[in-house]
């Protein structure tokens, strides 16, 4: 029953004028971040209820601020991959002809509102494979990035096992 009444809530038909922008309806109690490459991103105000939660969380062992923030700004990067997975969705339609509406962060994810379907199952495909391919280049770079060197250093993969401590060993 909650669930019935969350949608109910959050989401508004087609003829209603309120909440709505110049190409369709928008879900409720969305916050607008901005406009980037003509396309209206919408953060949903629960997102802001987890990031409080999770300060709290992150907060609450040691009552660090650092904590706290760490918490929240390494959801909040995962939730910019979240935005680029989408735009990659967003952008790959518009390749095909196909404008994008919005695209909204919810807790649960991202959702990206085509104005149509496309019209061939290739171009559908290649719109859906473009999110997760978004996410195979971050997780590359990330990869690389972590493995890099000091700046005016290169690494080199070593032959030899890591040292361990003897301490480990000796109990």
Excluded at 54 to 74: I, K, N, Q, T
Excluded at 89 to 118: F, N, S
Aim: hydrophobic share 45%; glycine share 10%.
């Amino acid at each position: 029953m909650w669930a019935a009444n969350w949608v109910a809530m959050t989401t508004k038909t087609a003829t209603s004028n309120r909440n709505t922008n110049e190409s369709g309806p928008v879900l409720k109690w969305n916050l607008k971040l901005g406009r980037f490459l003509g396309i209206d991103v919408y953060l949903h105000f629960t997102f802001l209820l987890i990031l409080g939660f999770l300060a709290v969380a992150h907060w609450l062992p040691g009552r660090s601020v650092e904590a706290a923030l760490g918490g929240v700004l390494f959801f909040a990067a995962i939730f910019g991959c979240v935005l680029l997975h989408e735009f990659g969705h967003a952008l790959a339609a518009r390749r095909y002809g196909i404008g994008t509406r919005d695209i909204t962060l919810l807790p649960i994810g991202g959702l990206a509102r085509l104005e149509r379907m496309p019209d061939k199952p290739k171009q559908e495909f290649w719109i859906a494979v473009a999110g997760p391919a978004v996410n195979v280049v971050i997780a590359t770079s990330s990869l690389h990035g972590s493995r890099s060197p000091a700046p005016g250093r290169h690494w080199v993969p070593s032959a030899q096992p890591p040292v361990r401590s003897p301490s480990v060993y000796s109990r």
